[in-house]
Each structure stands twice: as C-alpha cells, then as structure tokens.
C-alpha cells in the first residue's frame, strides 16, 4: 500500500480527455466506466468475468455493506477486496443517497442521517465521521465524502441550504479521512447546486477551498432529464482542476456516457448495464433490444460477433430469449455480462478517439447510429 493516489492527463479532444489514474491496486483508464457491485457482487457476475470486460475498478455501496454484512465483518475478512475477490480499485459512496432513496424513518440534522435498515429496521445514523470509518473499514481505494443529494426539482433557496449543508460534510469527511485513511487512499469532495449555475460555481469554489484529489457532480440524474444534466456539466466542469478526475455519478445510457465525456467527465458508474440486463435488455451498438421479444424466438445470431465476451459472442438472440421466457438462472447472468462488455467496449472506443483526435466524429457516428427507441 505504497503507491500514493495519481492521476495523469493523457490525451484531449475539445473537452473531452482522456487520462489514467494510478491506484495501490492498479491503474484505472479514463474516460472509465464502473460496474455497480452494491453488496460487494456485482449481480450475476463472477469477478473474473467482470474483469474479462476490461472494467479497471467497481463500486460498492457503503449503505448496503453498512447494514449486511457491516462493515465490521467485511474488515474481519480482510476488507471488501479480498471478501468479494475483486483485486483491482474499489470506489465506494458515503451511503448518503442511498439512505434517502432506500431507508425508513431517516431524520436529517447537522450531525448527519439517521435512519432505520430497510432489512430489518434496526436504527442507523450515518455522519460524515462514521460514513468516512466504514468506507476505509471496506478498504475503498477512492472514497466518497457524506452528501446530500437533493431532490428534483426544489427550490433555489432549498438547493442553497442542501449543498452549503453538503460543504461543511465535506470539511468534517476530509478532517475524518485525513485522521484514519492510509496515504494510498483518496476522497473526493461532491458538487451540488442542483440546476443552478451560481450554485454549482459556489459548491466548486467552496470544495477546491477545502481541496480534493478528485471532484464527484452530484445532484444529477435524478429526473432532471439529458439537456438539462448536460447544461449542468457545461457550467461546473469548466469550474474544476482540470488535473484532476471528474466522476458523474449514476450515469448513465450510453448517449449520457458520450455526451457526459464531451463535457470533460472521467468516471461514471450505473446500475443500468447490470439491472436491465437482468430483465432482458441488451445493449449494443445500434441501441437497446428487448430480448424478451418475439422478434428473436428464431433469431440466429449472437448480440456482438465482434466481442471476445463469450455472452455477446457465443449465444444466439433465440438461446437468450428461450432462457428469458424460460426463466432461466442463465439469462440474467449473460446479458448482465454482455452488457458490461458493451460498456467497457464503448469505453475503450471513446479513449481511443479522444487519443487519435476524432471523437467529435466518432460521437457524430455513434449518435447517428445508436437508436435508444425503435422508429
Ligand atoms: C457514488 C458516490 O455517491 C455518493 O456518495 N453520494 C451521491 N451519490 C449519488 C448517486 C446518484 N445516482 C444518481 N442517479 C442514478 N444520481 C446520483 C446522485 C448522487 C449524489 O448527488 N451524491
């Protein structure tokens, strides 16, 4: 655990860039996508296969460990690296939008969130301190300070109050991580202000004042809509070291993942490769397709002939839809794997553009081609 926390700027493209950033446990290729791990397995998933796709890093949800197994235990074992056997950089986040979005009888005061476990009801309360001792608890490599994500839409003056209350958790996560977080580890400040240019400004300044490794765009994806998502990024990210890493957090739809780079995002994570492809959606070049559908009963050809992913490569859309309709154990497993190969693989398209000085063209391309609804 020597190797200190870096990220180095490679290519740029316009806004978009392309960078690497080095962990203890490995280095991590930007623009990258994170594959969701909530409760330390990425669903349906072995690790090694999650690997294969060419994912750098995963995410883990500090919420769901906190409640089951604790966080306590996962240290026992070793941390959540050699628990779940994910060897590479683990991101995890502070637990706080997933206790507003999944808690019960959750209670927001200046000290932090208390809350009730969705599992069992036992009572919780996660400050900034406590968020910041699970997460290196975990062993995280990339930490996430306690936040509040606000809702959409609120109020200018509520948006205020929010992300001035999410400041100064960013302040106390800081003063925590710097106290018990080991030198190979980092934590990233998150900017709020919901909708509001003046707001994301004074959520920017504010956090550089306090000074982070790397700066998380909080607040978005959450109903707003892809214009209004993608005003937001054009008024914050020209306000953040540019040497630093910027992470869109809960993003997104492939068309989000190329318009987000466009506007100088380096990291994303979403559940939506993994969740749709439980439920039988998968995702390739040409836009999504319901493999439920009696389209591909007697279809004949697997989903990306091209991957080296045996799920896109050695199944046919007939086989898929059967193990669908079937109910099958085995569908859920392969689509949530080719997905996440599209994912890496629409990654590693973009990074290569950006290195080469295409990407407006490769966007223009991918956006002509790439139809999210049929017609
Ligand atoms: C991933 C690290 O996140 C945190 O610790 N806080 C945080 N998480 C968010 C997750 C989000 N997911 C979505 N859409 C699916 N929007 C999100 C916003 C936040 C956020 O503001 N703050």
């Known amino acids: ?13 316009g806004q978009a860039r392309t960078g690497a950033i080095t962990t203890s ?32 890093i995963i995410l883990g949800n500090t919420y769901h460990l906190m409640l089951r197994p604790t966080a306590e235990r ?52 996660l ?13 995280a490599d990339i930490q996430m300070q306690l936040d509040e994500c606000p809702p959409f839409p609120i109020s200018e003056e509520a948006s205020l109050e929010s992300l001035e209350l999410s400041v100064r958790w960013a302040k ?15 934590l990233y400040g998150i900017v709020q202000g919901s909708v509001f240019p003046d707001q994301r400004k004074r959520s920017a300044e504010a956090l550089q004042e306090i000074g982070f490794p790397g700066y998380s765009v909080g607040g978005l994806a959450v109903g707003e809509g892809r214009e209004a998502m993608f005003g937001v990024l054009d008024v914050t990210t020209p306000l953040l070291p540019k040497d630093k890493p910027r992470y869109l957090m809960g993003v997104g739809k492939p068309l989000d993942l190329v318009g987000a780079v466009e506007r100088s995002i380096d990291m994303f994570d979403c559940v939506l490769p993994t969740r749709s492809g439980r439920h039988g959606q998968a995702w390739t070049w040409d836009g ?16 990306d002939p091209a991957s080296d992913c045996p799920a896109s490569r050695d199944y046919t859309k007939g086989y898929l839809n059967h193990l669908f309709r079937a109910g099958e154990y085995l569908g859920p497993m392969l689509l949530s794997w080719h997905n996440l190969d599209f994912y890496q693989r629409l990654m590693a398209a973009m990074r290569e553009a950006i290195a080469e000085g295409r990407f407006d063209q490769f966007a223009e391309e991918f956006r002509a081609r790439h139809r999210e609804r049929k017609g």
């Open 1 to 13: 655990m020597t190797t200190p926390f870096s990220f180095s700027l490679g290519a740029t493209d």
């Open 25 to 56: 446990r490995g280095t991590i290729r930007t623009p990258a996508f994170m594959p969701v791990g909530t409760a330390g397995t990425v669903k349906a998933v072995q690790m090694r296969d999650v690997k294969a796709t060419g994912a750098d």
């Open 74 to 125: 996962v240290a026992r074992f070793g941390g959540l690296h050699k628990f779940s056997t994910w060897e590479g950089p683990i991101l995890t986040d502070s637990g706080g939008f997933q206790v507003m979005s999944l808690s019960a009888m959750r209670k927001l005061t200046e000290e932090g969130v208390s809350f009730q476990s969705h599992i069992d009801g036992s009572k919780h309360m």
């Open 127 to 139: 400050t900034p301190e406590r968020s910041i001792e699970i997460q290196c608890l975990l062993g």
């Open 172 to 186: 106390r996560s800081k003063a925590a991580f710097e106290e018990i977080a080991g030198r190979h580890q980092a």
């Open 288 to 303: 999504p397709l319901n493999l439920k559908n009696a389209q591909f009963v007697d279809d004949e050809t697997p989903l």
